[in-house]
């Protein structure tokens, strides 16, 4: 089953359109399907922060100025 596209125009550095399309001839792929790869791993990088921030939201928090006063406690024992 074929995935729905839908075309997008980018404007882009010519530089960085040519360094697209030599990575894309070494790695037989289209510059599309790269741009699409890159897109989905950049993605999913952001996705696994999301779900790290997510559980972690019910941790508990102290101030820079709190941890500081707990070390200087701690040092004091």
């Not at 359109?17 to 001839?25: M, P, S, W």
């Not at 790269?34 to 939201?57: H, K, P, S, V, W």
Request: aromatic fraction near 2%.
């Amino acid at each position: 089953m074929k995935t729905q596209v839908q075309r997008m125009t980018l404007y882009l550095d010519k530089d960085l359109v040519q360094a697209l399309r030599e990575k894309a001839a070494l790695t037989k792929q289209s510059v599309s399907e790269l741009i699409t790869e890159m897109i989905q791993e950049q993605l999913a990088e952001d996705a696994d922060d999301l779900q790290a921030f997510r559980e972690r939201a019910d941790e508990s928090v102290m101030s820079l100025e709190g941890l500081r006063q707990a070390l200087q406690a701690h040092e004091k024992r």
